[in-house]
């Protein structure tokens, strides 16, 4: 009689480098909790995402979205950082990545 072979198959999951981010940001989302974001030396709180006001989901565009965001004593305090179109690509990666996106 002729032995049987057994084969398992393991399943690799790669991890993304920011994964830890979108965990804090899904605990965030959970714990209903407001979100801290740091960008050049200053930080901004944001409302947990399901917090965000209705109208982000009317925003035209991300300098709309990021503004309804931020509301609009953060927004002038971005603002008034004088923020280049790069810069403004950084942050507003940030603030997805905090939302989880």
């Not at 994964?19 to 979100?35: F, I, R, S, Y």
């Not at 979205?65 to 004088?82: N, P």
């Amino acid at each position: 009689m002729a032995a049987k072979k057994t084969v398992e198959t393991v399943e690799t999951v790669e991890v993304a480098p920011d994964a830890d981010a979108g965990l804090a940001a899904a605990e965030a989302e959970a714990a209903e909790a407001p979100v801290k974001v740091e960008h050049n030396g200053k930080t901004y709180t944001l409302p947990a995402p399901l917090d965000y006001p209705v109208d982000v989901v009317f925003a035209e565009n991300d300098f709309e979205a990021v503004r309804t965001i931020l509301g609009e004593a953060q927004w002038q305090t971005y603002r008034s950082t004088k923020p280049t179109i790069r810069d403004f690509r950084e942050f507003n990666e940030k603030i997805n990545t905090a939302a989880g996106n």
